[in-house]
Nanobody
Framework: QVQLVESGGGLVQFGGSLRLSCAASRIDFNFYVRGWYRQAPGKERELVATITAGGVTNYSDVVKGRFTIARDDAKNTVYLQMSSLKSEDTAVYYC??????????????WGQGTQVTVSS
């Protein structure tokens, strides 16, 4: 069974930093787009950042300049470095791995989520 396991979440003060990690097992994700999404209470899940197999990154406007996504394919791991954290960044953060062919999603995997709480 494919597994994506997030770690690194927790409680951090306003303006602080955290680094999330997502390790994948049982499949080689080198050709997958890796991403981070988040869901705050009462809100829909939203995109935070993605990184393609070629290293092209994409960020939501609300985290651009504060968060950095990176991948280490040798470790089958994707990271999310978060800095200048705000209370509105409080959410459950989910790791994703997605493969598309000819524009169609052919595989889509999610982690179980890790809680990030920013205290003011």
């Amino acid at each position: 069974q494919v597994q994506l396991v997030e770690s690194g979440g927790g409680l951090v003060q306003f303006g602080g930093s955290l680094r999330l990690s997502c390790a994948a097992s049982r499949i080689d994700f080198n050709f997958y787009v890796r991403g981070w999404y988040r869901q705050a209470p009462g809100k829909e899940r939203e995109l935070v950042a993605t990184i393609t197999a070629g290293g092209v990154t994409n960020y939501s406007d609300v985290v651009k300049g504060r968060f950095t996504i990176a991948r280490d394919d040798a470790k089958n791991t994707v990271y999310l470095q978060m800095s200048s954290l705000k209370s509105e960044d409080t959410a459950v953060y989910y790791c994703n791995a997605r493969r598309t062919l000819a524009g169609l999603t052919v595989a889509d995997y999610w982690g179980q989520g890790t809680q990030v709480t920013v205290s003011s």
